[in-house]
């Protein structure tokens, strides 16, 4: 074996080793999460590994304008490590795991870029807490989901009791919540959390980036404001959601991309937006 050609087998078992693994495709960012044998399932490892990501991938928005979460092998994420959670000797450990989760999470939802996830297989627990946090979902028909917590004695400890009431109803979250009932793909979709079901994976994989090519068509500043002011508008009232968004229109008066809109325009181009 040639010395190159060993460096790159070096390179491809340790990103197979690694929890998580990014890369770019142009200015869209994917997250695979890489723990295909677990299923996925989310350890200490995997959860330090995607909180040191979002960050650096919150400091990269101009290069970094879409991001895709995905899961390797069979499984999205079957939801937290559970052999892990049976080491966990005492209460507090507990505790500061599932603050851990909380806060990366609440990072990811807080990323100015437009989140999508992509899945497969099945999303269950923290895996579908995991994918509440993103902007968008998509998932292959087949995909069973759930919070399946209080089937082990807990409750969801990721948000899961916050953003599954705000995105379908406090009904139908509590049927699902408390029943630790496990969904079809295409009945996600009917109660609105999915935005949309593909026949197969691939059609999956071509659904995800046509999304994210509609997303990379705008000006990134100006969907960047627009994500925050929906998201923090929704937290209060009416007078003051729209002082959140007479602020976040603000930020765009000054931006490059909108006079670059108004000059495509004018000369009936299409706009080149480069997130200044």
Not at 34 to 54: F, K, S, T
Not at 75 to 98: C, H, N, V, W, Y
Not at 194 to 199: E, I, Q, T
Not at 233 to 256: F, Q, R, W
């Amino acid at each position: 074996m040639s010395t190159e050609h060993g460096q790159e087998r070096e390179q491809e078992q340790q990103a197979e080793q690694e929890p998580i693994v990014f890369e770019h495709r142009g200015h869209i960012g994917y997250i695979r999460l890489n723990r295909p044998e677990q299923l996925n399932a989310i350890n200490r490892a995997m959860l330090d590994a995607l909180g040191a990501l979002i960050e650096q991938i919150g400091r990269s928005a101009r290069d970094t304008r879409v991001v895709v979460i995905e899961g390797a092998g069979r499984a999205f994420s079957a939801g937290a490590d559970l052999k892990e959670r049976q080491t966990m000797g005492s209460p507090e450990q507990i505790r500061q795991s599932i603050h851990r989760i909380k806060a990366v999470l609440a990072a990811l939802e807080q990323l100015p870029q437009p989140t999508i996830a992509s899945l497969g297989g099945l999303a269950f627990g923290g895996g579908l807490e995991l994918a509440l946090a993103c902007d968008f979902r998509y998932a292959a028909r087949g995909v069973k989901l759930g919070l399946t917590e209080v089937g082990l004695g807990i409750i969801p400890g990721g948000g899961g009791t916050q953003r599954l009431p705000r995105l379908i109803g406090a009904a139908r979250a509590k049927e699902l919540i408390l029943t630790a009932r496990r969904i079809t793909a295409e009945q996600a979709c009917e109660l609105g959390l999915l935005n949309g079901v593909a026949d197969d994976e691939t059609q999956l994989e071509a659904l995800v980036s046509q999304l994210a090519a509609e997303l990379l068509q705008a000006a990134p500043i100006a969907v960047y404001q627009a994500k925050l002011a929906i998201n923090r508008g929704l937290d209060t009232d009416l007078e003051s959601g729209m002082d959140i968004e007479n602020a976040a229109y603000e930020v765009t008066i000054p931006t490059k991309d909108r006079q670059e809109a108004l000059e495509a325009f004018r000369a009936k181009r299409k706009p080149n937006f480069t997130g200044e």
